[in-house]
């Protein structure tokens, strides 16, 4: 898991991109349990929106304003986007 951070002090605004990799429903479980506090404005949706990650906890933990979704040309359609 990478955490991107634009703190910016200058405005008071920040942004934050959360790159999760391939982790599935267990390991967002774990995550949200150790890392209660963890939001992200940006979400790189794991395991490219499937049906084994992108929880309702999850979601739900990390509020985020974005996601974003890798899927090869032709599999748009396979994937279970919900929310």
């Known amino acids: ?4 951070s634009d703190a910016s002090e200058a405005t008071g605004q920040t942004a934050s991109v959360l790159l ?7 390991s967002e479980l774990l995550l949200a349990q150790q890392q209660p506090d963890l939001e992200a ?3 790189l ?3 490219h929106g499937s049906a084994t990650s992108s929880t309702a906890t999850w979601l739900s933990a990390m509020q985020p304003q974005y ?4 899927v090869a040309r032709y599999s748009l359609g396979r994937c279970r986007l919900r929310r």
């Open 41 to 43: 404005d940006v979400v």
């Open 67 to 70: 996601g974003l979704v890798s």
């Open 45 to 47: 949706v794991p395991h």
């Open 1 to 4: 898991m990478i955490r991107i």
């Open 20 to 26: 999760t990799g391939d982790i599935d429903a267990i």
